[in-house]
């Protein structure tokens, strides 16, 4: 199954459309797709298609609509990180890449009192993103923020459960005993550093909880995938 993110389209079952240029150029050029061959397109919101191609050109291929499904894989909850990037940009593409093929609604990278990098590149991330997208066959595109404010994301947030994951022992709770199934939540991710005690305070203040991923220490974005997927176990 070849799946092709089209955000600009509005796919209704029946119609013909084209992909894009740089679509068109891998579908016909690298994956040797003709005509006939059927391929599934998402805009990212939900909309999940099936598609015959009908003109195998590589510069606009064009195909028909035969099947689409909307609300495509949607979860009755929704999952926020936030995290501090971290200095090798490398290690933040690769949790990007990581947490869209593991099912993600919204990613935040903000900076802390502690933080290695102040900023971070969205158009590359969100190129990231759509290949993942693609790969794992998801229709919807996570909301992506790169230059968070600490303070207001945490004075702000209304999620169900609203998580900071703190290094020091004290009063912390692991997502398995407190989280439950179907919840909302956002989990504060800091830096190698780890947060300030400011910073603690204020979330505390905010109706966070502080949490504990473990005995061991983990990087920054390891961190940030073991409490994604602790999340998703939940609600398996």
Same mark, same amino acid.
């Given at each position: !199954? ?18 894009? %240029? ?22 990212? %919101? ?39 990037? $971290?200095?090798?940009? =490398? ?10 093929? !593991? ?14 990098? $102040? ?9 990231? !993103? ?20 600490? =303070? ?26 407190d989280y439950n199934a179907k919840e909302d939540v956002l989990i504060l991710i800091g830096p190698e550093g780890d947060f300030s005690e400011k910073e603690v305070e204020l979330a505390l203040a905010n109706g966070f909880k502080t949490i504990t991923l473990g005995e061991s220490r983990l990087r920054t974005e390891t961190a940030a995938l073991f409490a994604l997927q602790s999340i998703h176990f939940?609600?398996?």
């Amino acid at each position: !199954m070849h799946l092709f993110y089209t955000p600009d389209l509005e796919l209704e079952e029946g119609e013909f459309y084209s992909l894009d %240029k740089e679509e068109s150029s891998h579908c016909v050029k690298v994956l040797r797709l003709k005509e006939k061959d059927t391929i599934c397109l998402t805009n990212g %919101k939900g909309r999940f298609v099936f598609a015959e191609i009908t003109d195998a050109m590589p510069k606009a291929c064009s195909f028909v609509v035969t099947k689409m499904q909307d609300d495509y894989g949607k979860r009755d909850f929704q999952i926020h990180l936030a995290v501090a990037p $971290t200095k090798n940009m =490398n290690r933040i593409e690769w949790f990007v890449e990581k947490a869209v093929e !593991m099912g993600i609604d919204k990613i935040s990278f903000f900076v802390s009192e502690h933080s290695e990098r $102040t900023n971070v590149k969205r158009e590359r991330l969100e190129k990231i !993103m759509v290949a993942a997208l693609k790969q794992s066959l998801k229709a919807y595109m996570p909301e992506l923020e790169v230059e968070t404010n600490l =303070n207001q994301l945490i004075e702000s947030s209304k999620e169900t459960k609203r998580y900071i994951a703190y290094c020091k022992p004290e009063g912390r709770t692991s997502i398995k005993a407190d989280y439950n199934a179907k919840e909302d939540v956002l989990i504060l991710i800091g830096p190698e550093g780890d947060f300030s005690e400011k910073e603690v305070e204020l979330a505390l203040a905010n109706g966070f909880k502080t949490i504990t991923l473990g005995e061991s220490r983990l990087r920054t974005e390891t961190a940030a995938l073991f409490a994604l997927q602790s999340i998703h176990f939940v609600n398996m």
